[in-house]
């Protein structure tokens, strides 16, 4: 079965500091792997998605994730962050067989001033 | 437009109640999803239309009845609701079911509260 791991449930950062969340993957076959982020009382918005080429894949708002194969992973990251970026993040992959998307159990983002 | 709406924002309801969510997306996709969330949780997926057929249902209670009149609209009918089933309701489209790499595009979602 298809899974997604977000090892940490909060990730504290400074202002203008780089930022890392975490995201592992199990699948059989190559993976379709996702980011959505949440903001408090919204819907989740897409983020960025890797699904092969480049192992370096970026999004909206400055934010690029490094899908790393040989440690089935696909952290997100960001150079410098921002107080606005604080929310909550989804990592997911889709379910080739049945079209689902597997969400991980999300990482709350904090960013301090 | 990449706008996927929905309507009401928040709905308090009673146990006896009868209500409606609306979703409604004009991109012209053609995959249409209800997920449920709790405070904190992941979405968990509910029901999938696909050309306004339903593909998936997740084991859903009858209490919940979902509905695709056209390719823009999906509502979700609800009935006899229960306390435990206050959260948040997420509808989401995609351009096709069954092509892995297409992103979800998810509405605001719809606050419920059943007292």
């Known amino acids: 079965a298809q899974s997604v791991a977000q090892p940490e449930d909060q990730v504290n950062v400074a202002e203008g500091n780089p930022l890392t969340v975490k995201c592992t993957y199990s699948?059989?076959?190559?993976?379709?792997l996702f980011w959505y982020v949440q903001y408090p009382n919204r819907g989740l918005q897409f983020l960025l998605k890797y699904i092969t080429g480049d192992n370096l894949v970026k999004g909206s708002y400055g934010f690029e994730a490094e899908f790393n194969k040989s440690q089935t992973s696909f952290h997100l990251k960001k150079p410098s962050a921002l107080v606005s970026d604080s929310a909550l993040y989804f990592c997911?992959?889709?379910?080739?067989?049945?079209?689902?998307?597997?969400f991980g159990t999300g990482t709350r983002l904090q960013v301090f001033p | 437009d990449t706008e996927v709406t929905q309507t009401p924002k928040h709905l308090v309801m009673g146990m006896t109640n009868k209500k409606s969510l609306k979703c409604e997306q004009h991109m012209g996709h053609r995959a249409m999803y209800w997920y449920k969330q709790k405070a904190k949780k992941p979405p968990e997926l509910m029901f999938v239309y696909s050309y306004e057929k339903l593909s998936i249902n997740e084991s859903v209670p009858s209490r919940f009845s979902p509905e695709c009149p056209n390719s823009s609209l999906l509502n979700l009918h609800l009935h006899a609701l229960q306390p435990e089933d206050s959260a948040l309701y997420l509808c989401a489209s995609s351009p096709e079911l069954g092509v892995s790499w297409y992103e979800q595009y998810f509405g605001p979602g719809t606050r419920l509260t059943v007292t």
């Open positions: 699948v059989s076959g190559n993976p379709y």
């Open positions: 997911a992959v889709r379910d080739r067989g049945t079209d689902k998307l597997i």
